[in-house]
């Protein structure tokens, strides 16, 4: 595991190991406010190099989970900088995930007088969870008028900003598991016929000013993002391999061009070898391999060249000592699925460590010389 728990350098890009904590929804957000007990639960995680929050709102309308996080207000600026000053202390570095969910909800999770919006206006077929009713169907979304795009680009904006000046060293945009920025890639959802829909460069472009517009205002080796080729979470349809392949070649060139910090690639779904290979040839900055993998398959991963970090979720949502698990091959806890949502620290800061630090510390001068 030389590799996996040494430091990481590429660019201005620059971590204490190659371990990333995978962005987790946990739904512990009250009043959709980051507090005290989300600081104890990143705090206990800081093993990894680079942690990614849970997926954010940058604006009203894209909170469409219960319990979520936002970043749109002063407020909940205020409660990031528990996060980041726990996680800092630490030497760990953590970015934000941005995650606007597009028709991916229920107007019962938004505030008053909010409601979901899309590409189109095509509703997902399927359920989620609200805290008034438990589970309902999708909301319906309002198509976005050229106007509202140009509005939801602007509150990506302003949502960075506010993670920059909440102490996080940058943000990664969701463009995966079928939430709005996927909406617009996939043409089974996007039915547009104006420059957002159409052909896959039309597809594209949300994505892409959505990024350009981010790393403008923040820099662009503060900003990553997150996709899934393939996947069809989300209630997305396939669009065929063909199409998905050049969708993605396609964006991973034109984001090279914005010099982006990172591109992670999260295995949702089986990704043909020619697409890793695309994305790969085409992105010069740093990927991140993420879903699926052991610390064996990490560490193999990074020598086969396609990735430059690896994330883990789970093993770090029930292991906050994952790290000293990894040198002491001691087993993992399981995950208490039942309370990955819901409130309270059950499943959350109660899980068990070992104690391990005097080897830990062994291991880290030895990798550190």
Partial sequence: ??????????????LKNHLVMSPMTRSRAIDNLPNQLMATYYGERTGAGLIITEGTAPAPEALGYPRIPGVFSQQQIDGWKLITDKVHRDDSKIFLQLMHTGRIGHNDNL??????????????????FTDTKGLQDFSAPVA???????????????????????????????????????????????????????????????TIEVVNAVADAIGKEKVGIRFSPFSKLGDLADYGEEETH?????????????????????????????????????????????NGLTPETGEQALHKGFADLVAFGRSFLSNPDFIERILTNAALNPVDYSSLYTPGSRGYTDYPAINSSKQLKIYQNEIYQ
């Fill in 1 to 14: 595991m030389k590799k996996l728990l040494s430091p990481f350098i590429k660019g201005k890009f620059e």
């Fill in 111 to 128: 505030p008053k007088g909010i409601t979901l919006v899309g590409a189109s206006d095509i509703k997902a077929t399927g359920q989620i």
């Fill in 144 to 206: 976005l008028s050229k106007e509202g795009i140009k509005n939801v680009i602007e509150g990506f904006v302003l949502a960075a900003q506010n993670a920059i000046e909440a102490g996080f060293d940058g943000v990664e945009i969701h463009g995966a598991n079928g939430y709005l920025l996927e909406q617009f890639l996939n043409p089974h959802v996007n039915n547009r016929e104006d420059e957002y829909g159409g052909s896959m460069e039309n597809r594209s472009r949300f």
């Fill in 246 to 290: 050049n969708t993605y070649a396609y964006l991973s060139k034109e984001l090279d061009e914005l010099q982006i910090a990172y591109v992670h690639v999260a295995v949702n779904a089986p990704i043909p070898a020619k697409t890793f290979e695309a994305i790969r040839d085409n992105f010069s900055g740093t990927i991140i391999l993420a």
